[in-house]
């Protein structure tokens, strides 16, 4: 990956934490935009290689909009790998729900603001768990519906997963260079979170992390899906998952996406949703 400039987003743990350390061992000039500077410049001195750390909170559409000023030049690949598990329903600092806005809106801002200067690629990390999703576009942000942890995750997942399918279709009609492509990194425990202070729930938890453990893929292999999209010989647009049974543990492969995902209509509707609410267009 030598001249390769990279961005990978969440790169103080987790899969983002694998993914900004193998580029950078493969030679690759990396920026991890986190949340915690300090935490940040400690990853990067672990990994070594060619690192810069930059401030970056997904929740916050303010910081979203200072990223871009913060370092200079183009980039050839943005990753939009940060995401979270809510433990509470909350809102974010601009009134998103903070699921959504984290994991969707933040990235959508981040990508929209700096496509001008990316070169070529753009990763959005998704998951299989959307297929067992659905958005109700008259309350995007459950502020009368239901709210639950992993519910909410899904679901904004499902948004990630309809903005890249409406990002690649927006990227083929402008004859754009750049290319967009999609993953799910597999049952992964670190991306597990606790999502109740209960004294059940963190039982819960316990037990579903040590299951991700045995059945789930590793940091290494949840890493595997997005370095496989600057690698390989894919088609724009692809979702690339994981091999192994239920999409749990396994190699990166070519996967399918549930019909929900595939709605060309639910896509344009949530990329202009996502346009008022952040303020911000893709410069195509």
């Known amino acids: ?116 200067r990316v070169r070529s690629k753009i990763v959005n990390v998704g998951s299989d768990a959307h297929k067992t999703a659905s958005i109700n576009f008259d309350d995007p942000h459950l502020r009368t519906d239901k709210w639950s942890p992993f519910p909410a995750y899904a679901r904004s997942k499902l948004a990630v997963m309809l903005w890249g399918l409406e990002l690649d279709r927006r990227l083929r009609a402008a004859g754009s260079p750049v290319t967009t492509y999609l993953t799910h990194p597999g049952w992964v425990s670190s991306n597990l979170a606790k999502v109740s202070d209960t004294r059940l729930m963190t039982r819960v938890h316990s037990v579903v992390t040590a299951a991700a453990n045995v059945i789930g893929n590793d940091l290494d292999a949840g890493a595997a899906p997005s370095l496989y999209c600057l690698t390989e010989p894919i088609p724009p647009g692809s979702y690339v998952g994981i091999a192994g049974r239920f999409g749990f543990k396994g190699p990166p492969t070519l996967s399918g996406r549930a019909p929900v995902a595939c709605d060309y209509a639910d896509a344009r509707r949530l990329w202009e949703f996502a346009e008022r609410e952040t303020g911000t267009a893709l410069p195509i």
């Open 1 to 116: 990956m030598s001249g390769q400039r990279i961005i990978v987003t969440g790169a103080t743990n987790g899969v983002g934490l694998a993914t900004a350390t193998a580029l950078a061992r493969a030679g690759a000039q990396v920026i991890l935009a986190v949340r915690n500077l300090e935490l940040g410049a400690q990853r990067a001195a672990e990994m070594g290689g060619d690192t810069s750390v930059v401030e970056l909170d997904l929740a916050d559409q303010s910081s979203v909009r200072a990223f871009p000023s913060l370092f200079d030049g183009d980039v050839d690949v943005l990753i939009n790998n940060a995401g979270a598990v809510a433990q509470h329903r909350t809102d974010t600092v601009d009134g998103f729900e903070n699921t959504l806005g984290t994991n969707f809106l933040g990235p959508f801002a981040l990508t929209n603001l700096l496509y001008g």
